[in-house]
């Protein structure tokens, strides 16, 4: 008998009995459909995670750290010298770009009455590069205004949305007194959920009508790559190490933190966690697996007469395993089948329905990866759920298979 004849009495055989064949494949189905969905769901967060912070992966943040320098030493401060010799593209060639940043908070008032105490954010003009923001209404201020210190503000949905109902085109143009001077709102910044409750002006107005001094809160530091950020890395703690005399890596007072190391750690979370729940939903292939061999036992006990004639006319024993064996793998076969289906079916459903439901929810992405492994796993459960009742079957000697009542 060759495999195709033994494929052809397996369907005849499952045809007999849909009912039970149906439940005995519903385990394997929806345990396939469970791991295509939540690995797909796990692509879909990882994607949407790297597209938001992929274009960051090449900064790196450096602040103050009052807690170091040990002994005797006094902690120094950031400042514009700090910033200036880190633009030296002769000692940083791995640097592309170098943005300093001042930090704090103030009362927001308008003329008319209204009021809001929020974060401002004193910045240079490639501030929407650095941050990954994006402007709802406006522009936001040029270099020149930059280094003029011109008095203009960009205000973040948060004051927008007290100081004007949240109507941004009426921001425009509008006069804000922060602190104790106007500034005129010339941009809305779009929602990110993170950084919201801002207002940003140039650098040096902030400096000049807000917090005074030349210290810098935080730097970013660009590298001129992705690949390029270990190197960039090394040259900027090299470059601050020498101006603020720290012999000892421990004793620094800064911390220089690369964006692109907590990409890769949370990549590698979500990475866990995906698999975590893509073995959890693999416990109902488990389940199903134990339905698939039960089926093919009773399968076997009820056609034990038909073992034994097909026996006492010549059929080896090659030929009855196989059979058994590949009925149970047409089960789970056909099972895992329809398993991808419903699972591609369901990701594709909820890529359409659950972004118009929850905005800005990742939609889910199917991999090939996990669809041939989830439809592999479905035929091994059949090879080895169908393996023991097969060999049963197999080795019965006719004379006991037909005296079977």
Not at 10 to 27: F, K
Not at 209 to 234: C, F
Not at 290 to 315: D, H, Q, S
Request: hydrophobic fraction near 50%; charged fraction near 15%.
């Amino acid at each position: 008998m060759t495999i195709w004849e033994s494929a052809r009495i397996a369907v005849r055989g499952l045809r007999a009995g849909p009912l039970r064949s149906l439940l005995t494949m519903l385990g394997i189905i929806i345990g396939v459909a469970a791991v295509i969905v939540l690995v797909a769901f796990g692509n879909g967060l990882q994607r949407f995670v790297a597209d938001a912070f992929g274009p960051l992966a090449n900064q790196i943040q450096i602040t103050p750290d009052r807690g170091g320098i040990s002994g005797t030493g006094t902690p120094r401060d950031l400042t514009d010298a700090d910033v200036r010799a880190l633009r030296d593209r002769a000692s940083a060639p791995a640097v592309a770009s170098v943005s300093p940043s001042v930090t704090g908070s103030a009362q927001l008032q308008l003329a008319g009455g209204g009021s809001v105490r929020s974060g401002v954010t004193g910045a240079d003009a490639d501030y929407l590069d650095i941050a990954n923001r994006e402007l709802v209404v406006g522009s936001f201020f040029d270099d020149r205004q930059a280094t003029t210190r011109a008095k203009v503000v960009v205000l973040g949905p948060n004051p927008v949305a007290t100081l004007f109902g949240g109507r941004a085109g009426e921001a425009l143009g509008s006069e804000v007194r922060i602190g104790r001077t106007s500034f005129r709102v010339i941009g809305v910044l779009a929602a990110n959920g993170q950084q919201d409750d801002v207002a940003v002006m140039p650098l040096g107005a902030a400096r000049a009508y807000l917090t005074g001094g030349d210290d810098v809160d935080q730097i970013t530091v660009r590298a001129v790559s992705t690949d390029a950020v270990p190197q960039a890395v090394e040259q900027v703690t090299t470059i601050l190490d020498e101006r603020h005399r720290i012999d000892d890596p421990q004793d620094r007072d800064y911390t220089v933190t690369a964006l692109q190391s907590l990409l890769d750690q949370s990549s590698q979370v979500l990475s866990f966690v995906t698999i975590f729940v893509a073995a959890v939903a693999g416990i109902s292939l488990l389940v199903g697996s134990i339905g698939v061999a039960n089926i093919m036992l009773v399968t076997v006990t009820e056609r034990t007469r038909e073992i034994g004639i097909r026996k006492a006319i010549g059929a080896r024993r090659r030929a009855i395993l196989q059979q058994f064996l590949i009925e149970a793998m047409v089960l789970t076969g056909i099972g895992g089948v329809i398993g991808i289906l419903l699972g591609v079916g369901v990701s594709a459903l909820a890529g359409i329905v659950l972004p118009r439901l929850v905005p800005d929810f990742p939609a889910p992405s199917v991999s090939a990866g996990s669809v041939v492994l989830a439809f592999g796993v479905s035929l091994l459960i059949g090879l080895l759920a169908g393996g023991f009742p097969a060999n049963r079957a197999a080795r019965m000697r006719p004379i006991d298979a037909l005296r079977h009542q």
